[in-house]
């Protein structure tokens, strides 16, 4: 089994005792086919226990170890040592606010997740005895993709928007939005609506695209922005210039 | 300390603690409801199931089947009233995470789909492709979000539960952002704290899956229930664990040896059943106990296929196709590829068993009630108990929605029963304790125990003496050496002694949780001379109704030994019988 020794480079941030992030180096005896992840937890393990990062289920499902690897948002667990040369640098999600060396403060996340209503708001009540909604696999195909976002937040840290706009609600938000927009059951958009065509909602995106790219269950909240944009401009005119279209 | 006054303290925000937080908000708003997690909700480790949920809903199947699949896949350890209730329950539950907006995969008509799982003689296993648990964990969350009244505590370790007059009344958890202790009085407690294969050095279960809540409970004088029998599922990725649905065998998938043998047939599993054309309950579709134990024998006979990462065998999905594969497992795609350097498409892929799931857990009713009044538990923490000496797959996503209901239900009617209040001093006291044992582990000097060092020692005592196979030679062993481990946790010395998200101080707590779980295990192991579904004895080979047909209670002892005792096992209709897995009944 080949062996091989990994740099390290790691920021560093300790709110009660830092004033400011630095950078720590670590040597680390790694496998050749290992993720950054665990070439974290053999530095936890063996090096330095103060070492604070978030990390659960070491399969890409649960969205908690995004960080920037040499200067990429990517899940830690999903990076291999071996796409890599050289030093590997190792820092919190861009434009969230550092908690504790790796771990960042998702507060802002959260509240904007919520904020976009993002469970189903049934266009036509179903009582449990009627048993399941009818939805055809086409029907599932229409938002099944926008399902898949795990919250791992490496869309705003790639999006250069959220960085200089921290108001705009983002990629992830938007792409739970509209997917329950596109839901066959679903009656909710225009709940919804009002957050997401307020003036930090989808107006910011510049569509870079750099969410879709870097989103690594090709979630590609890009165009879920871009169908939701379109909707809002629909409803922009229909609301203001043939007001007697509506319903 | 800070002190937050709610109804009822949820431990857990993974499939079932949700599951119960909605059930509370949506029987009675007015209700105060504290959902505590050491991590974010969509974190939790439900979001790792891929295979998905049973439940009974087409017209070819029924109740009964559902039962005898369940009991007999459980050696016939399960409480069958429990069982009863559980099954009859499902359907609903599923359909209301429909209703919710669970993106089950449809059939062309629109209705939902579903698919084969092992020990399962109909087709009843409801999934979204192979991210079911995670297209649950997520509809759950987000639909949480509708509740004002769930209010989350999100990366908030529990680290005690607080007693007064032989009730729960509440917990004692440390804000992880701040270090911060803070109590929360509540009337009702419900654990739902997952499971504990942690304690296993190759394993399924993600970081966070540490046993703290069934520790918890068992440090408060709740029994854990049958804790020897702990669930290797056949198919994990020998590099790193990940696990391989079962669901690539329901799909056709079959296993070979390195002769390219499908070697199922030699162990009471054939006869061999036609490529691509999977047979419910046979070969491929045995139980898992089963599959893991045929791996066990095969390895001693030389027959397995050896890898840098130790012995295997292949898991040949070659012949359901690009297409097939890619609509119905994704997920195993792009893990095999990512981290084995396999594609399933064009090469079969190497898997061995790996430590996947706790049949046993804290001693729960059919009502999810423990026997400490205002103390409830539920989700795989908890032993109910429908899985009995093996789980079938796909029943525990399911059994996580149908008791963390019931756990919600139960505590309303603990509330309604109209308790006094608890005592205000004894709740201090208890947190004021709890404070000082953090304290002093925090500043705790001289020790010289590290947590890394005592974790590693823990894991090779129970992959060496608790596997698929075990003895009791092995298995006294294994005790002396966790209650060494236990003596030596008292002297462990932090590193970190800071207060902001300390995982050093956090993983030693952890520790704690696996050490206390893991003497259950090997204490209840030790005292079951009989070998029964996943707790297979070379010494005691065979099961053994006439003394063994009893539920483990292992009892904490404080510095010492568990105690063992045992439990009846309820049975309604169904007698021991032998497992047949021959394809005789097809
Ligand atoms: C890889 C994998 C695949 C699986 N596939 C299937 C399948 O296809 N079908 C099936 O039926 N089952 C499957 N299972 C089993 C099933 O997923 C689990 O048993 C189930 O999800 C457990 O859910 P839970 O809610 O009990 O626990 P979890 O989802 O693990 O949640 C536990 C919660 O407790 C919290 N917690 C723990 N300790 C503390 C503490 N000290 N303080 C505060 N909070 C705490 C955690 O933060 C978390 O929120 C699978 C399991 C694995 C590992
Ligand atoms: S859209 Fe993609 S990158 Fe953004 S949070 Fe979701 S999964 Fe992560
Ligand atoms: S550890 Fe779960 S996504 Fe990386």
Request: hydrophobic share 40%; with cysteine.
């Amino acid at each position: 089994m080949s062996e091989r020794r990994v740099e390290l480079e790691v920021l560093r941030y300790h709110p009660e005792t830092d004033a400011a992030p630095r950078f720590q180096r670590y040597s680390v005896d790694c496998r050749e086919e290992w993720v950054v992840l665990d070439a974290l937890n053999h530095v936890k393990e063996t090096l330095d226990p103060t070492l604070s990062y978030r990390w659960s289920c070491h399969m890409a499902v649960c969205g908690s170890c995004g960080m920037m690897i040499n200067g990429e948002p990517r899940l830690a667990c999903k990076s291999f040592l071996r796409d890599y040369q050289g030093v590997i640098r190792v820092e919190p999600l861009a434009h969230f606010p550092i908690e504790r060396d790796l771990v960042t403060v998702i507060d802002d996340f959260m509240a904007k997740l919520k904020r976009v209503k993002p469970y189903l708001i049934p266009a036509q009540a179903r009582a449990l005895e009627q048993g399941e909604y009818r939805q055809t696999p086409a029907e599932l195909k229409r938002y099944k993709q926008f399902t898949l976002c795990m919250n791992c937040m490496l869309c705003y840290a790639a999006c250069p928007e959220y960085g200089l706009i921290p108001k705009f609600i983002g990629p992830a938000a938007i792409s739970l939005a509209h997917r329950y927009n596109q839901d066959s059951r679903d009656g909710g958009r225009a709940a919804r609506q009002e957050e997401i065509a307020a003036a930090e909602g989808v107006w910011e995106c510049s569509f870079t695209g750099a969410c879709s790219e870097v989103c690594p269950e090709h979630v590609d909240p890009a165009a879920a922005l871009q169908q939701v944009k379109i909707k809002s401009t629909v409803d922009w005119y229909l609301a203001h210039l043939m007001p007697w279209l509506k319903k | 300390m800070e002190t937050v006054h709610t109804d009822v303290a949820i431990l857990g925000a993974g499939g079932a603690g949700l599951r119960a937080a909605i059930a509370l908000a949506e029987a009675d708003p007015k209700l105060r409801i504290a959902l505590i997690s050491k991590v974010y909700p969509m974190r939790s480790h439900t979001c790792a199931a891929e295979g998905g949920a049973a439940g009974v809903i087409k017209p070819d199947d029924s109740l009964e089947h559902h039962f005898h699949d369940t009991v007999a896949g459980g050696d016939w350890l399960s409480d069958q009233d429990v069982v009863e209730y559980f099954i009859r329950e499902a359907p609903r539950e599923l359909v209301q995470l429909e209703h919710w907006g669970c993106p089950w995969n449809r059939e062309p008509d629109g209705s939902v789909a579903v698919r084969s799982f092992g020990g399962m003689q109909k087709q009843r296993t409801w999934f979204a492709a192979d991210k079911s648990g995670f297209h649950i964990l997520h509809t759950l969350f987000q639909t949480s979000l509708k509740h004002p009244s769930i209010e989350r505590f999100d990366e908030f370790y529990a680290t005690e539960l607080l007693l007064d007059e032989g009730r729960c009344a509440g917990l004692v958890a440390i804000e992880m952002r701040s270090g911060r202790l803070v109590r929360f009085d509540a009337r009702a407690v419900i654990v739902a704290g997952g499971g504990a294969g942690r304690m296993f050095p190759f394993t399924t279960n993600g970081a966070v899956k540490t046993g703290d809540g069934m520790a918890l409970a068992y440090r408060a004088g709740v029994p854990l229930k049958d804790m020897e029998f702990v669930q290797y599922h056949p198919t994990g990725l020998p590099s790193t664990g990940t696990l391989l649905t079962e669901a690539c065998r329901g799909e056709g998938g079959v296993l070979l040896n390195k002769n390219g043998r499908r070697f199922l047939q030699d162990y009471g599993m054939g006869p061999e059943t036609p490529l691509g054309k999977p047979v419910f309950k046979t070969m491929e579709l045995g139980p898992r106990d089963r599959i893991s134990q045929a791996f066990w024998h095969e390895q001693k006979k030389g027959n397995a296929v050896p890898t840098q990462w130790g012995d295997a065998m292949l898991l040949d999905m070659r012949h359901l196709g690009e297409k097939k594969i890619d609509e119905r497992l994704p997920l195993v795609r792009d893990m095999s590829i990512s981290y084995m350097s396999v594609d399933p498409v064009t090469d079969p892929v190497p898997v061995r068993p790996v430590v996947h799931y706790m049949m046993g857990g804290i001693h729960t009713d059919i009502r999810a009630a423990t026997p400490l009044p205002g103390l409830y538990a539920a989700g795989e923490c908890a032993c109910g108990s429908i899985n009995g000496a093996n789980r079938l797959g796909s029943n525990s996503l399911t059994e996580l929605l149908v008791f963390g209901r019931r756990a919600a239900l139960s505590a309303i009617e603990h509330l309604q029963s109209g308790a006094p209040p608890a005592s205000d001093a004894a709740l201090a006291g208890g947190a004021a304790a709890a404070q000082a044992r953090i304290r002093e582990l925090m500043q705790r000097s001289g020790g010289g125990e590290t947590v890394a060092g005592l974790r590693k020692e823990m894991m090779q005592a129970m992959e060496q003496h608790a596997g698929i196979y075990r003895n009791g030679e092995g298995l006294a062993e294994a005790c002396g050496k966790l209650a060494d481990l236990r003596r030596r946790y008292a002297r462990i010395e932090l590193h970190d002694r800071t207060n902001v998200y300390n995982t050093d101080l956090l993983q030693a707590l952890e520790l704690g949780s696996m050490l206390d779980c893991a003497e259950a295990v090997v204490a209840s192991a030790l005292e079951r001379r009989e070998s029964r579904g996943a707790h297979q004895r070379l010494d005691f080979a065979a099961r053994d109704d006439a003394k063994f047909l009893k539920h483990s209670l292992a009892w904490y002892g404080g510095a010492g030994a568990p105690r063992i005792d045992y439990a009846p096992v309820s049975i309604t209709s169904s007698q021991p019988g032998v497992r047949d897995y021959s394809g005789a009944h097809a």
